[in-house]
């Protein structure tokens, strides 16, 4: 029973398109998250909701629009996508409470060509 | 502010070997100090966490980590390396704890160990 699902897991797409990439937690977390893993593997917080609230955007393009229909799904939507958008997408989520762990979905891999 | 470093950006050590990654950590109030480790094509999973409690941290596989303010450093260990280990570790840090709204983790740029037979 798996705790943080993403869909797709793999996207290939053309510059320019818009893509959705979806993610559900069935921990009963309150906190989710979106980080971003470059082609080094560097790991970057794009967003944060508590609550279906963005708590966290950290200088995104606004290409990207994060969408949180329940606290148990946080969406991302990217508009008009660009090359360096390839990276691998990874959803997370937390407690606000002990062992504070951020337990992460498998990952989303974009391709944009 | 707070940042990750990991030293060395890649570890082989051959099987039942010391495993040592470094990190080093820079943060204006005590931190909450993590390791994940991230097989391929896999998410990230949590090895090991410090908040606040023993300076000597055990976590899963074996793995162990030893918080020292004096270094700024979270250091993971293991004592034999097993093929299994062979991953990608991320050391991260948090300035606030879990339950502060801005709370986020900023991650060092990775170590990629190898396991030699």
Redesign the interface.
């Known amino acids: 029973d798996t705790a943080?699902s993403q869909t797709p897991k793999y996207l290939v797409t053309q510059m320019g398109n818009d893509k959705s990439i979806k993610c559900e937690q069935n921990l009963g977390h309150d906190?989710m998250?979106w980080y971003k893993q470059d082609s080094?593997?560097?790991?970057?917080?794009m967003f944060?909701y508590?609550n279906k609230e963005l708590?966290?955007n950290?200088t995104v393009p606004n290409r990207f629009s994060p969408k949180s229909p329940d606290k148990a799904h946080l969406n991302l939507h990217i508009n008009s996508l660009e090359l360096g958008d390839s990276a691998v997408y990874?959803c997370?989520s937390?407690?606000?409470?002990?062992?504070?762990?951020?337990?992460?979905?498998?990952?989303t891999r974009l391709t944009v060509t | 502010a707070q940042s990750v470093t990991q030293l060395g950006s890649h570890v082989s050590v051959s099987e039942g070997a010391l495993v040592l990654l470094r990190c080093n950590y820079s943060s204006s109030v005590p931190p909450?100090l993590f390791w994940?480790v991230?097989y391929p094509?896999?998410?990230?999973?949590?090895l090991l966490?410090y908040?606040s409690a023993a300076t000597l941290v055990k976590g899963i596989n074996g793995f162990e980590a030893e918080f020292k303010k004096s270094e700024t450093s979270f250091h993971l260990t293991k004592p034999s390396a097993h093929m299994s280990d062979a991953a990608?570790y991320?050391c991260a840090v948090s300035d606030l704890?879990?339950?502060s709204?801005?709370?986020?983790?900023?991650?060092g740029?990775?170590t990629?160990v190898t396991v030699r037979a």
Do not use: C, H, M, R
């Open positions: 943080v906190t998250y080094k593997k560097f790991l970057k917080i944060s508590n708590i966290i950290e990874f997370a937390s407690a606000w409470e002990l062992p504070y762990e951020q337990y992460f979905g498998p990952g | 909450y994940y991230q094509n896999q998410g990230l999973q949590l966490k908040t990608e991320f704890p879990p339950s709204n801005d709370y986020k983790l900023s991650f740029a990775g990629t």
